[in-house]
């Protein structure tokens, strides 16, 4: 079992930054990648970035990649979504996921690669 833990979230204006953070605790030592995905009220899940455990290769959804940074310490077991130039669509809740299942070619931008969820954190960008 992998327990994720998000946090970070709040209020902030179009513009502005936030920094997310993820703790998991639990079989960290089995986690093969860990990603960030966030869903919207009467959308569905949409991936936002992920990284790989071991490596830490980087990936971005095109959508924010020029204003997002995904980045892990591995000692900490921590991963964070760092991010800047808000908009109003950032709105959203923000969950952390994690892989356990080993594997090859698996698209880390798929809700269904992953093994457990936190609970989420609101973004809620004003304009």
């Known amino acids: 079992q992998v327990q994720l833990v998000e946090s970070g979230g709040g209020l902030v204006q179009a513009g502005g930054s936030l920094r997310l953070s993820c703790v998991a605790s639990?079989?960290?030592?089995?986690?093969?990648?860990m990603g960030w995905f966030r869903q919207a009220p009467g959308k569905e899940r949409e991936f936002v970035a992920a990284?790989?455990?071991?490596?830490?290769?980087?990936y971005i959804a095109d959508s924010v990649k020029a204003r997002f940074t995904i980045s892990r310490d591995n000692v900490k077991n921590m991963m964070y979504l760092q991010m800047n130039s808000l908009q109003f669509e950032d709105t959203a809740v923000y969950y952390c996921?994690?892989?356990?299942?080993?594997?090859?070619?698996?698209?880390?931008?798929?809700?269904?690669?992953?093994?457990?969820w936190g609970q989420g954190t609101q973004v809620t960008v004003s304009s």
């Open positions: 639990g079989r960290t030592f089995s986690m093969y990648a």
């Open positions: 996921a994690a892989r356990i299942r080993s594997g090859t070619d698996y698209d880390l931008t798929l809700p269904n690669q992953y093994d457990y």
């Open positions: 990284i790989r455990w071991s490596g830490g290769t980087a």
